[in-house]
């Protein structure tokens, strides 16, 4: 069984105390899974660290994880980290919670996103869209 742990401080405000700006407030919080605490949130099977060339741009691409190419170690991901230098479209299928799909497209973001599923509505597929350098990683307990 494996770890996960996301250490850091989401901190929001001025770019500096010394600037005299208005309002002056930070507003600031800790990260970490919803459940991890300090000691982090396990997880049977994982991924890994998956970097790639997306160059895409018409059509969504399945991502080998979870549950894409035969031998995907993953099946039932829970925890998704994706990176992306440029602009790319998202789709991702999740169960319903009785075996059905639930599919979301999130159209042109970039840059970081980091998403926890609820177990029964674990992530099934992932597929991505567009031209950009990613990096992903996915885990879960199947």
């Known amino acids: 069984m494996g770890v996960l742990k996301i250490d850091g401080t989401l901190t929001a405000g001025p770019p500096s105390a010394c600037d005299s700006t208005f309002p002056g407030m930070v507003a600031s919080t800790p990260l970490s899974t919803v459940g991890g605490g300090c000691n982090g949130k396990g997880y049977q099977v994982a991924s890994g660290i998956l970097a790639m060339m997306l160059n895409s741009p018409s059509a969504f691409v399945q991502m080998s994880e979870p549950n894409g190419t035969s031998g995907a170690a993953v099946t039932k991901a ?6 992306s230098d440029a602009p790319i479209s ?3 299928t999740q169960d319903d919670g009785s075996g ?12 970081l996103v980091v998403m926890e599923f609820a177990d029964i509505n674990f992530l099934k597929k992932l597929e991505l869209k567009g031209t950009s350098r990613i990096e992903y990683f996915v885990c879960g307990n199947q």
Not at 100 to 111: A, C, K, L, M, R
Request: no cysteine; hydrophobic share 40%; net charge positive.
């Open 100 to 111: 059905g799909n639930i599919i979301v497209t999130d159209p042109g973001f970039q840059g």
């Open 90 to 92: 998202m789709r991702r």
């Open 78 to 83: 829970n925890f998704l980290y994706l990176k």
